[in-house]
């Protein structure tokens, strides 16, 4: 079955970096799947911020994050990373690494009930 796991939370300050890793098991890779990444703010429901397609790389970001964070992938090693950069006070949270297959939908994050398959969670702290 699918696993996932992340890692790369930790504390950062006001304006800087992290990059997220999640490493998924069990992936059949002659399908397509989509990926994405979660957050969830202290007190909030998760929201979708961005996806990457497995096979072709295509790549989806909610208007929040476009210029600070951008996803990637290696596919030969199964993994996805999110780059997350000038990161500010809004950002801290669990962050989700969650997979699904690919459709329009799904793509587009718009329902979790699409994506099937969840890490663990990881967060992310960012101190002034």
């Known amino acids: 079955q699918v696993q996932l796991v992340e890692s790369g939370g930790g504390l950062v300050e006001t304006g800087g970096s992290l990059r997220l890793s999640c490493v998924g098991s069990?992936?059949?890779?002659?399908?397509?799947?989509?990926i994405g990444w979660f957050h969830q703010a202290p007190g909030k429901g998760r929201v979708g911020i961005s996806s990457i397609s497995t096979k072709e790389g295509r790549v989806y970001a909610r208007e929040s994050v476009k210029g600070r964070f951008t996803i990637s992938r290696d596919a030969a090693k199964d993994t996805v990373f999110l780059q997350m950069d000038k990161l500010t006070p809004e950002d801290p949270g669990t962050y989700y690494c969650?997979?699904?297959?690919?459709?329009?939908?799904?793509?587009?994050?718009?329902?979790?009930?699409?994506?099937?398959?969840w890490g663990q969670g990881i967060q992310v702290t960012v101190s002034s």
């Open positions: 969650a997979s699904g297959f690919l459709t329009i939908r799904s793509f587009a994050m718009r329902r979790e009930t699409d994506f099937p398959y």
């Open positions: 069990g992936v059949a890779r002659t399908e397509d799947y989509v």
